[in-house]
């Protein structure tokens, strides 16, 4: 053991090898880590080393740096030992004992170190392929996130195209905004992108007619809905009306409330109706909304207010047919028409007010106007083909409720207000012609006789229907029909009543057409349909009863004039009734359209002179033909017993046409009549003395037409005292004053007519001064040559009757009056001679 720490003395005192850099660098840290305080410590610093060192191919000049360190510690452990041979020796042998368990260590190091530079060849063969591996792996990593993105635009782009297959277009554009803004800004370094953002804007396109296509469909459906929403608005118009004549029955100045005023609209709001949403029809506007702002959205929102406006006004043109009928007796044809109109009408207004800017006012206005004059003109070119009336007030009544349902949409009206004028024109013609077909049908069927009365319901009826009150009883009090006595008659015929009826049928159809719930009840319309119905009315009672009545003047029967006449003054008594009814049914303010006053007033009173004309014509006529028949022999000696036959037909005849023929008549007609049949009478009476062919009258004639003419006084006297004959007598006075001037006459004392005193007392004041010269120049000369015979022949006794002094005059007196008599003709002649003699 000391021969071999000698040895390793030795070795450590032979010269050193030149120490290279690596050494010097390794031996610092071989001796620190020998110098470990630990073994765990030498172990964690050696197995760095060992593995740096084969790591750098450092292994040889770690073995150097080893060596070295070891020797130095040798040199050291000598170095003690000198101090301590024996502590020296122990410590050579444990040094030995190192150096061999070193030496052991080397070779294991060694060992260890050729197998930690296999392994650390593996490892670094592995550590490349781990580098390898987790270049691919950041590769697939990319090219999976890539793939990600990608497949996230994809499913964005088929997300768009599933929602629009689902009709889901703006949810779509959403997407699409989402997939070009947010989504393709991810992966623009991908080609997908681009493709894609080329195909955003026929995806948009695709989005726009997907939409107008949902937008074509619901204007088709809207379209087809129209009639049926137009026909819900009627229908709740017309609940609106009804609601409103409630109240007004209700409420006085409720009632004065037309259809949408103000007070109406205020009363009404309790009854909420929408009419676009209700059980019967819903009208979704959603399709518009998304298409206006899809639209909106891709910047296409005046292109898209142009098409809708286009499309509307080609279903605007859908919507009105080429022609119309109106024979349809429900009118459903117009209906129809009118229905669809408002429908479309109230889509428009609603379509306005549930967007912004977009539908003009102008533009609907505009298809407002356009679809009115359409119709105006379909229903006024259809108006011809009405020819009843009845049909033609039902067109009117779907006019008015159309009116007044687009009125409360606050559409203009003043075009189809001119319309209902128009249909109005119509009915008062269709009118007019029904009741002058009426009216004619009764004038001509009448029978022109008072008419019978069979119990007192039926004249309860006829009174309630004709505009006649009858006269009250001697009391002075109303008659009670329950008093009178059945059958009886009443003055007028059975065309007068029927005619009453039908002029208050004609008030009341005529006021059908402006009934309270009707735009025609307009003051413009009222009075209108007031100067109509007076004009209608004036017309049919001027031309169709007046001028009929006037016709049947013609006929020769005096009954059936009378009868014209009674019914003619009964109609002019009817006017200022019917004028009265008028006033009080007339829709106008008085104020606005002034007093009533019917032309057929004057018409009847000018109609009832031509009847009382056509009376005294054939009551005349036959006054004529009677006196015609009178055979005076006016120079025949014999007086007559009894009165001429033909003044007793005369009489006769007169008394039967007052107690029948005139019987009906009133009063002052019927004293009129008499009257001037009197006069007519006492005028052709007068006419037989004063003929020109007549030169003489014996005073046997003028006694007998004295007597004819006093039994026709004593007939007029005779009469009861309602026939006033103390009147009728006033026609005979200048017959009576020249029949009493005759009989002076022919007794010689016609000078009395000359005698101014008397004709101041009155006695001859209505003869005539030439026709009472006249006759007393007949009658006188006559009388004058027939004393001298009736003194020499006894020819007077004839002449007593004539006058109490005849029978008291002698031969002498007889003479003396006959001078006398001379005389005065004489002076007739120098006083009245410029006037000629008649004939």
Known sequence: MELHALEWANKAREPRAPETGQRCILTPLSSQIILSASESDYLDQLIPLLKNAHTQTQVTPLLHALNHVSADREAE????????????????????????????????????????????????????????????????????QALKDCLEVLRLANQVHDLLGKKNHYAALRALDELQNVHLREVTRYKIAEMIERSVPATQGLIAEAVMTDLNTWLYRIRETSQFLGEVAFYHTEMRRARQKQRAENDEYLGTAKLNSPVELVADEVEEFDVLNNDEVQVDFSPLFECLHIHDALGQTDKFRSDYAATRRRQKDLLVPQTLDLLDEEANALSSLLEGIAGFAIVEKATMAKTENFRAQADVDELWDSMCQSAITLISSALHTITNDEALLKIKGVIALFIQTMDSWHYSVA?????????????????????????????????????????????????????????????????????????????????????????RNLLTQLYLFADDSSPASSPHHATLLDSTLQTLLDDLLVHNVIRSLLDRLRSQYPGQIVQILTNLDHFEASCAEIEDLLLSARSAPASAAGPVSLRATQAFTDAKTAAEKRIFELVNSKIDDLIETAEYDWLSP????????????????????????????????KDM????????????????????????????????????VGHLVAFVEGLEAADRPEVLLEGLGELREVVDLIGLASVGEGEVFFDQEVVAGGRFGRVDKLRGAELLEKVEGRKAGSAGVGVGGGGGGGSSSLSPAVGMVGGGYEEGHAKKASTTLGDFRDRFGQFGRRG
């Open 77 to 144: 452990i000598e170095r003690i030992c000198n101090t301590n041979h024996q502590e020296f020796i122990g410590s050579v042998q444990q040094l030995q004992s190192v150096r061999q368990g070193t030496a052991t260590l080397t070779a294991e190091i060694m060992a260890l170190s050729r197998s930690i530079e296999a392994s650390t060849e593996k490892l670094a063969e592995q550590k490349k392929a781990l580098v390898d591996s987790r270049g691919v792996r950041q590769n697939i990593d990319d090219a999976t």
């Open 415 to 503: 075009a189809l207000d001119g319309l209902l004028l128009t249909v109005f024109a119509k009915y008062s013609s269709l009118l007019q012609t029904r009741f002058s077909d009426d009216f004619a049908e009764i004038v001509s069927t009448d029978d022109y006789m008072p008419m019978p009365i069979a119990n007192a319901d039926e004249y309860t009826r006829v009174l309630s229907v004709s505009f006649y009150t009858p006269p009250p009883d001697e009391h002075g009090h109303e008659i009670n029909p329950a008093d009178l006595d059945f059958p009886c008659v009443l003055p007028f015929s059975q065309m007068y009543p029927l005619v009453c009826i039908d002029i």
């Open 638 to 669: 014999y007086q007559p017993e009894q009165v001429s036959l033909y003044m007793q037909e005369l009489t006769r005849y007169l008394s039967n046409i007052m107690s029948s023929v005139l019987l009906g008549l009133p009063y002052t007609i």
């Open 673 to 708: 009549i008499y009257y001037t049949a009197l006069q007519h009478i006492a005028e052709n009476l007068l006419a037989l003395p004063l003929d020109p062919a007549i030169p003489k009258i014996s005073s046997e004639a003028a006694s007998a037409y004295v007597m004819d």
